[in-house]
C-alpha cells in the first residue's frame, strides 16, 4: 500500500496532475476507490459487477479500504450499506441488472433514509431470459426515487464521476446516494485511456457530523433520535410530513447541480453547439454518438453532440437552451424503453423534433452506422450503400 | 462519548419539556438500574400506542430498563408492532426496511468499529418473527455465519399482528390464521437450534414471566456480543388480540407457554460461559469489599 | 429589498411546491437569502430583526444541536441564543428537543417537533420564528409544513448553507454570528423606538412551577397578546 | 484518419482474443489508440470465437463489438469452409474497400461469395499462418502471431518494437487478466517452450516474417487518410 496524503476534492479531482493509463472500466472503478478514501465496500457477485468488486476487495487486503465483505445477497449488501453509512462511514457498492433490481427496495429507500453512497451500476440485461449482455434499461428503474444517477460514457468517466461521487453525495445540502452507471462489459471490460491523479493522494475522510440528518452513532444529540420515523396519519404527525420529506429528497436532487458544475464541469458536454442536428446520448451510447459526430463532421455536415452526464438531477434548461434551434434531435439508446428519449422530450419544446433512436438492446452493440443513417434521414442526404447486413 | 450528549446545555435546564428534563436527571444515562427498581426511575419508554394488555410491550419495557449502557446502545427494528414502542423510548432508533434489520445492524456495527475502535456500541436488533423467521431470514442467519458482534432478539407473537393477523413461520402447526384458512400446514421454525448452528455464541428462550431473569438474559445477550460474537433470545410475546387471550390471563398464557414449549433455555460457549463466571466472581468480590 | 417575494409567510396552501423547485438556490458563503432571494447578510439581518420584533409572539426553536451540551461549541451557542432572546422583547424559546414522532401528542407549549411543527405554531399563535441548531432535513421539514400552513414569519440561523423555505436564511452561523445578529436586533429596536430592558424569556411551563416571584406574559393565556409591545411603547415588567 | 475496425474469426484455442489484446497493446506502444471488445461467450477448443479491435491514429469513441468492419481476420479456414463462425458468411457487415486476411494456403472463397466481395472492392490476402508457425516457431499455438504481423506488415500502424512490448507485456507480466481458458493455454505453451523468453522470441521471428512478406508482396498500404463511414 501507497502511504496516502489528504487533499481537498477540488485539488484531486481538478488540479492534481495527471497521467494516462490505458485500464479497463472496473480497474477505473478501483481507481477511484483507491483515492476515495472508503471504509467499507459491502457487494454480492454478479456479472459484470464482479471484477469491479474484487478489485476493491484487494483495495482491503492492501489496506486502501477498511472494511470489505461479501454479502449474502443483494437485498443484504445494500441494507448493510445503509447501516454503515447510518454509522458515520463511507460506503462503496456495485451491482449490475438482475442484482440491482433485488437490492432495489433497499436501494430506492437511501434517498428518504438520507444515505450518501456511491452505488456503481454495471449495466445488464434485466431477466428474463437470462443473459449477461449490456442493456441499460435498469436505469429507468431509478430515476423515480431521488437518487443522483450520473451515467459514464467511457472509463475515464467512470473513473471521474466515482471519486467525485462522494464529495458530492455528502455535501450537506445533497446528502444523496450517487449512482455511477456504465455499461457492462463495454465499459467495465474494456479498457480505454484514463488520465489517474496520483495514487499517493486521497479524499478528506467522510465527516459524519457535517450533516442535515445525525449519524446514529451516539456521538451526537439528540439521543431520542430516530432519523426516519414510520410516518401513519395520527395526531401527532403532520399529514403532510411525508410529502415535505419526499420534497426534501427531490429538493436535494435540485441542490446537486451546483456540485456536478463543480466538480465534473456540469451536467451536459456539447460538441459543436452551433450544430443543425444534434445528437443527445448517455453512456456508451453518446460515445457512439461521438464518433458519429466525427464521421458527419468529416462529411461536412453540421451535427453536435449533447452528452448527457446527469440523468438525475436532468439538465432541463441546459439542453432546452442548446437545443433551442435543432433541426432533429437523434436520442441513440442501449435499451427498448427510451427513457433518455421520453426525458429528452419532456423537456424540449416542439417535440415532434425528438427522433425516437436509434435502439439497440438485449447486449446489441450500437453501431455508429445506424446513427449515421438517421443523420441522413433528418438531412435529406442520399448515400448509396453497399455495405452488408 | 459518554454522557454529553444527554446533557442539557447550561442555561436551557429552564426551557427544556419536563420530559427531557427527568430523562437527564431521573433517567438511567450514566447509571446502572435493577429492573426491580422499575417506576423509581424515568424510563427510557413510556408512551406508546401499543394494545392494552400487550405482553410484548411489557417485555421492551424491561428490556429497556436492562441496557448495560443505553447512552451508547443502538436499536434496530421492522415493520410490526414492536416498532411501535421502540420508535418511542429514548435510545437512537433505526427503522429501514421490513426484514433488513440483520443486514443494516451489520453495516453499522463495522462502521462503528472502524470508527470507534476503543469503544463498545451496543447494537441490538429487535424484531418479530415475521421479520427475522420470515421475510428477513437470509440476513438473520448470515449475519450470524458472519459472526457479527451484535445482539438479535426475536420477539415472538407467532402472528403477523400488524398487518391483520396472518400466519407466520414461527405460528404453531395446525392454528388458524389468516393465510391459514385451512389451518398452519407445518410446524413452528426452531429457531434457537438454527441460531445455534449458524454461529451465535449465546442463545437464550424464554417466557416473559420472570423480569429479573429476562433482565439478565438480555445483559449477558449484549455483554456476550460485544466481546464474542452474534447473540440471539428467542422471546415469547402474545398477540392478545389475534390469538383473543383476554388482558387479565396475558400472564397466565405466558406461564402456561413456559411449561410447554417456551421452557427457559439458555445456552453458550464454553469462552462466553468463563467470561460471566468471571465477570460474576468479580462482581460478588467488589460487593464484599 | 427583494423585488419579487418568492418565499412569504404563509398559508402558502394544502401542499405548496418546495421553494427548490421554484429555483431558490442556498446561498453561497457570506450572502443570505431574503423571500427566496440573495441578499447580503446584513440586509437579511435587519428584515429578520423587523419581524421577531413587530410580529405577534416571537420565538425561538433551540434545536438539539444547542440544547445538548455536547460540545464546547454548543454551550457557545446555547448561550448566544440566550443572549439573543433577551433582546427581542416578550420572546419565548420552545426547544425541538428531538426528531422523533411523539406518541400521544405533543405538549405544543412545552416543545415543537418537526414532525407536526404547526402544532406548536398555531396554539401559540406564533407569527416569527427563529430555527436554531436544528439538523438542516428536520428544519427544512419544519419551514415547509410552516410556510403551507400558517403566517408565520420563518428565520433560519443555519450553521451549515442554509434553508431556502425560510423567509430569512443565514449561513455558517456560529455563535459570533448570533451575538452580531443580537446587535442588529437591538440596533433595529432602538429605530422602531421599542424599548425593552434585556430578560430571559419564561420557562418551560411543563416544568414543575418552583419559582413564583414573577409572572411572566404567558400566565395571562390567551391575553398576553395584550403585553405585546407597539411601536413606541414602553415595555415595563408585565406584573 | 486511419481507422481500422477489425473482427478476428477463429476457433477456441488459437490464440484469438490474446492477438487481439496484443494488436491494442501495440498500438499503445506506438503511442496511438486501440480498443477491445472481448466476446462473451465459451472459449472452448474448437469452438467458434470472435474478437475485435478498433485500432486508429486518432482517439477511438465507439464501443460494442465491431459489426461493420472494413478489416476482417480469418484464422482458420474453418471458419469459411465448416461455417464455425457466429456471423455468417464470414464477410457479414464488410464495407467497401476493406480487407480480409484469410489464413489459408489455397484459396477458400466460394465464388459467389467471392462475387459480393469484388463488389466491395475488397482486397484479400490468404497466407499459410499455421504453416509458418509451425515451421518458425515449431508449434501451430504461434498461428495468431503470423496473423497479426501480417496485418502490421500491411498497414504499418506500428513498427518492430511496439509489437514487442506489446509480447513483453502479455508474456512476461504486465496487467492482463486472462480468463481462465486461456490461462491454461499460456501454460501450456510455456511448457513446450521451456522458457518464456523462448516463446517471446520465437514469437517475434514468426511475426516479423509476415511483416517482411507483406513487403515483399507488396501489399503495404500507403500512407493515407482513412474514412469509415
Redesign the interface.
Known sequence: MVEQKVVEPEYLLLEAPRERKFITGSQAFAEAIKRANVDIAIAYPITPQSETMHLVGDLWAQGYVKDYYRAEEEYGAMSAIAGAVRGGARAFSATSGPGLLRGLEAIVSWPGHRIPAVLGVMTRVVNAPLSIQPDNVEIAYLLHSGLIVLHAENQQDVFDFTLAGFPISEKVDVYLPVVVATEGFFVTHAKGYVNLPPEDMKLPPRDPYKAPVPPTDCEIPPARIQRDAPVQKSNFMSYLIHAVWQQEVWSANERARKWIKHYLGGLIEVVNPEAEVFIVASGCAAAQGREAQRYAEMEGLNVGLVKVKSIRPFPKQELREVLKKAKAIIVPEHNIVGWLCKEVKAVVPDGDRVVEGPRVYGGMTLPVELIMDEIYRVLGVKKEKKTLV | ?GL?????????E????????DLVKMGQ?GKEVDVMQLGQFKELVE???MCAGCYMAYFIRIFYASLPNP????I?GT?GCA??AL???????????YG?TN??????????????PDKH?DVVVIAGDGGLMDIGF??T??SW??REKFTTIMVDNEVYGNTGGQESGMSPKGIQLKMAPKGKQFDKINAVELAKTAGCVYVAKLSPTNPKRISKVIRRAILAARHFGPTFIHAYTSCNIEYSIPTREVLADARNREKKDFKFYEWMTDEVREFFEEMEKKQKEEVRS | MAEKKLITPGPAGYIPKPAAFLGVDTPPPGKALLYGEMIDEETAMREAAKAMLTRRNPTIFPGPLVLWGWNSGAIEKAQAVLELAKEIPNCRIIPMPDYRPKYPKIDPEAEINPNHPNLTILHNKIEACIFVGVHCHYANLSLRMIRAGTNCFTIALCAEMGHEDAMVSLRDVHAGDILRFRDVVVEVRRELGIEWEPKLPPENPSLPKEEWTSVSPLDFGEYAYLLMPRRGEIVEETE | MKRYNIRIAGVGGQGVVTSAHILGNAMSAAGKYASLVPFFGSEKRMAPVEAYVRASDQPIYEVGEVVYPNVIMIYHPQVITHGKSYTMPFYTGLKENGMVIINSDTDIIPDEDKKVLEELNARIFYIPATQIAREIAGTELATNMAMIGLFFGITRLVNIEHIEKALIERFLGGTFVASGGTTALDSAIEKKFKKKQELLAKNMEVIKYTIKMAEENNWCEEEEEKVVT
Open positions: 462519548m454529553e450528549y444527554v446533557k442539557i446545555s447550561p442555561g436551557f429552564r426551557y427544556m419539556p419536563r420530559d427531557y428534563v444515562f408512551d406508546h400506542p447512552e451508547d446502545t443502538i434496530l415493520a416498532r411501535l420508535s418511542q423510548a429514548a435510545v437512537p432508533f433505526i427503522y429501514g426496511n433488513d443486514a443494516v445492524a451489520s453495516g453499522l456495527k463495522r462502521a462503528l468499529t472502524i470508527r470507534f456500541k437470509g440476513m442467519m448470515h455465519f458472519r
